[in-house]
């Protein structure tokens, strides 16, 4: 999948798009570029060196709104500028000879509009440049936004098929009403996916954080177009890599507290699982005495060796935990659970990143798969040279008992049970 930044120039500078109301955007504000400085260049530029973007969605609103002016040079200049980027360009419907120079010359892809679309024969003059038209599927609250008599009765579905029907693949699925909303995207557009896996479809609008792209990834759409969440932040360099690695579509938190007693056969969970789905992704975050237990057990390169990213506890606020708010992983596991973080987590303290991921897990209700080490008045446990006895005591047992009660926490007892959880969530 693609992360493709979108750029709507009106005027000479970049607009912020919201409900599809053109005559009233507004110059973007955004944390991305200097504030006097709002040119399609200028915004171009922060996309590519400050996310890596390597594909810009331009649609010239001047040109598509029928103004006199046109943006085409400072279009241009993008090319130019940064001719690694490819450029997908809507500029309403151009006559054939210019849109075809414009591919030739420097063009990666041209768009053509079904609200801009007044004559299906225009479609048929592109037939050799198939690959490079990209056909854009214009909605409003679930409605084609079209100009021709003899698609007014038809569904979108069959609009779709007789577009198909003349060689082209790619397509964009927009309903512009949801442009800048942050209220994700629309069911039906994911449905019209469902009907066309053949095709690729780009879609967007309403994208608020990475939670909205990843059922869209998942499900096999080819890219999405992103403007207000890159500028308010909400999406950054490493939600664009997350997009675009298409060897992640799953990931997982896993949390490992300072506990010997099924310490060894974490481990080696983590490695069964990442051997047996090649889509998932664990990262791992340890606190400070469970980063010390793993070194006392020699286990801690063992570890490493799994090639997981490990994150150790290193800051009171631990500020990575925004991965959680952000839409990074789909479940959260912590195991082993000693009593001191469990009976942290029941009374509502987090001054640990442990601690801290679980409280903010629930904050941000992600699932939690919690294996607790003090469950039963008696137990044998694991110490770095020999087997030994453990006796919990009554108020350890008592707040695992209270886990019971958070929303979206389930305690497991086996670590294979993580990988039942994953079956049902795949």
């Not at 103004?67 to 090319?79: G, R, S, Y």
């Not at 512009?176 to 879609?203: D, Q």
Request: glycine content about 6%; hydrophobic content about 40%.
């Amino acid at each position: 999948m693609e992360a493709v930044a979108v750029l709507d120039i009106k005027h000479g500078i970049v607009v912020q798009g919201r409900a599809g109301d053109r005559e009233n955007y507004q110059p973007i504000e955004s944390r991305l570029i200097a504030a006097d400085d709002k040119s399609p260049l200028a915004v171009a530029k922060a996309f590519y060196n400050k996310l890596a973007i390597k594909k810009l969605y331009i649609a010239d609103l001047d040109a598509i709104m029928k103004k006199d002016e046109a943006n085409i040079d400072e279009i241009k200049a993008i090319k130019k500028e940064l001719p690694q980027v490819e450029i997908m360009l809507d500029a309403a419907l151009l006559d054939f000879k210019t849109a075809q120079k414009y591919l030739d010359d420097f063009l990666d892809y041209y768009i053509i509009a079904t609200e801009s679309l007044n004559d299906l024969k225009y479609l048929a003059k592109f037939s050799d440049y198939s690959k490079k038209v990209i056909i854009s599927i214009d909605l409003k609250n679930g409605e084609l936004i079209n100009n021709l008599e003899q698609w007014q009765d038809k569904t979108t579905r069959q609009i779709i098929e007789e577009i198909k029907g003349y060689g082209f693949k790619k397509f964009i699925i927009l309903d512009i009403a949801a442009v800048g909303t942050a209220r994700g995207i629309a069911a039906y557009i994911k449905e019209l996916k469902n009907l066309f896996p053949e095709l690729e479809f780009i879609t967007g609008g309403g994208v608020k954080d990475y939670r909205d792209i990843k059922p869209l990834k998942k499900q096999g759409f080819s890219g999405v177009l992103i403007a207000t969440a890159f500028h308010n932040g909400s999406l950054g360099r490493k939600e664009v890599e997350l997009i675009e690695n298409e060897k992640i579509l799953f990931k997982i938190a896993w949390c490992i507290t300072g506990a010997g007693h099924l310490l060894a056969e974490s481990i080696e969970e983590i490695a069964n699982l990442k051997n047996k789905y090649n889509n998932l992704e664990i990262d791992i975050y340890l606190s400070k005495a469970g980063f010390e237990v793993l070194k006392i057990y020699k286990l801690f390169n063992k570890l490493e060796e799994l090639g997981c990213e490990i994150q150790k506890d290193s800051a009171a606020s631990s500020p990575i935990m925004g991965r959680l708010y952000k839409g990074h992983y789909d479940l959260l596991v912590s195991s082993p659970t000693t009593s001191n973080t469990v009976a942290k987590f029941v009374h509502g303290i987090s001054d640990t990143l442990v601690s801290n991921f679980l409280a903010h897990a629930g904050k941000s209700k992600i699932p939690i798969l919690l294996l607790p080490t003090d469950t039963e008045e008696e137990l044998v446990s694991a110490a770095p040279n020999k087997m030994v006895d453990v006796y919990p005591r009554e108020i350890d047992i008592k707040n695992t008992d209270r886990l019971k009660g958070i929303d979206k926490l389930e305690i497991i007892s086996d670590l294979e049970e993580v990988e039942q959880w994953l079956k049902n969530y795949l």
